[in-house]
């Protein structure tokens, strides 16, 4: 089975240029995640979808960040105006969820390969 | 503000030897407790979980342990091997229901 799909793997563009990460989570998965990696605050929380309604966006750093999920299958993160500071790798996660009332959810998350982003 | 914390950065270990990875968290609704692994390039992977209820957990060379009153846990991995280097996350839920909150990884090399 394919896992998570990110995509790109790598993007380098300049700064106030428009960026557009993309995300095929697990099929049958109902949960998905951005989380954003860096050295000086490891891996944050971005947001998350469940059943493809965001759920928990407040860990999104500010307006120029935006991401939809339009259907099962898909989801974007779009930065716009990236921002040096914005340099990081991105990463997308699925989980086989049962939804918010479920029960007997381990909170595995199953993670992309991630996208690097250099903002210069 | 950092809720789950992992202080060491890095950590050298020998070949067949003991590594002890170490984890803090904050918030006490948190009610399981994970451990990805990550190789650079790659994205993190599920290694092991505890649940709240219990103490510990062990699955082959890996166990962790919980102690709920120091919230602390801790991530065992006897005997260690060159493979096992990679950064390894600590992470937890339970408070916002769903989401992981994750330490900022420990850097292990396990020298042959």
């Known amino acids: 089975d394919a896992g998570v799909i990110q995509s790109p793997r790598h993007e380098v563009t300049e700064m106030g240029q428009e960026v557009t990460l993309r995300c095929k989570p697990i099929s049958g998965h109902n949960s998905l995640f951005w989380y954003r990696q860096t050295m000086m605050r490891g891996l944050e929380l971005l947001i998350y979808f469940n059943n493809n309604v965001p759920i928990d966006d407040s860990g999104m750093p500010e307006d120029r960040f935006s991401a939809k999920m339009p259907n099962a299958s898909f989801s974007t993160l779009k930065i716009q105006p990236s921002e040096p500071r914005d340099s990081a790798v991105y990463f997308c996660a699925s989980s086989p969820r049962l939804g918010l009332a479920g029960g007997g959810d381990t909170g595995e998350l199953f993670f992309g390969e991630g996208s690097r982003l250099t903002v210069l | ?112």
Not at chain 2, 30 to 52: H, N, R, V
Not at chain 2, 82 to 97: K, L, R
Not at chain 2, 101 to 112: A, E, H, I, Q
């Open chain 2, 1 to 112: 503000d950092q809720q789950v914390k992992q202080n060491s950065p890095s950590l050298s270990v020998q070949e067949g030897r003991i590594s002890i990875l170490n984890c803090d968290y904050t918030n006490s609704m948190f009610d399981y407790f994970l451990w990805y692994k990550k190789y650079p390039a790659e994205g993190p992977t599920f290694l092991i979980s505890i649940s709240s209820i219990k103490d510990k957990n062990e699955d082959g060379r890996f166990t962790v342990f919980l102690n709920k009153s120091a919230k602390h846990l801790s991530l065992h991995i006897v005997p260690s091997q060159p493979g096992d280097s990679a950064v390894y996350f600590c992470a937890a839920s339970g408070d916002s229901g769903y989401a992981l909150n994750f330490g900022k990884g420990t850097s292990l090399l396990v020298t042959p």
